[in-house]
């Protein structure tokens, strides 16, 4: 190897650990699972409900079908649903680490609801209350844009601790 080569290599390598070194956590409630036992690669086949109308709700996983990702254990109603997300975990965890989307737009780390959800350019997004549906929902594009500035400096704090408002989860089952 060349000195060009080593330096390449050792560049990327120190931005590999340092991106895992900021790497926040995952919102998990009481039920000790990330999003409170739901399955995420589920929400990709739920149809999903034009803005301003409820989303249908998320389908709970299963305690005999789990898998390991960002530190936290989630839930699949499947196995097949449990490989394609380990085949692509990135693709199918909620964004903002299960946060809500909109506290995320807002500048902070607040729990995200499994059952008041959006994909959007194929990517889940969680909210925390029905009330922030709507704000969300007033502007999608512009409360994401605010969303990405703000998650650099927000995802190496620590996560929320907080219960979700007026929710409890049936999840996971078994």
Known sequence: MNRFTLTIAAAATALTFAGQAFAGDQYVDETGFAVSGYDVVAYFNLPQNPVGEVQPEGVPGSKAITAEYNGSTF???????????????????PQ???????????????PGNPNLWRIVD????????????????????????????????????PKSTATIPQFSSPAPVN
Do not use: M, R
């Not at 839930?75 to 965890?93: C, G, I, L, R, V």
């Not at 903002?96 to 607040?110: E, M, Q, T, W």
């Open 75 to 93: 839930a699949f109603s499947s196995e097949e649903n449990k490989a394609k997300f380990q085949a692509d975990p990135a693709k199918y965890a």
């Open 96 to 110: 903002y680490d299960g946060h809500c989307a909109y506290g995320v737009s807002k500048g902070g780390k607040v």
């Open 122 to 157: 194929d990517k889940l997004y969680l909210n925390i209350t029905k009330n922030v549906v709507g704000f969300w929902e007033e502007d999608i594009p512009g409360n994401l844009e605010l969303a990405e500035n703000n998650w650099a400096s927000i995802e190496p704090k």
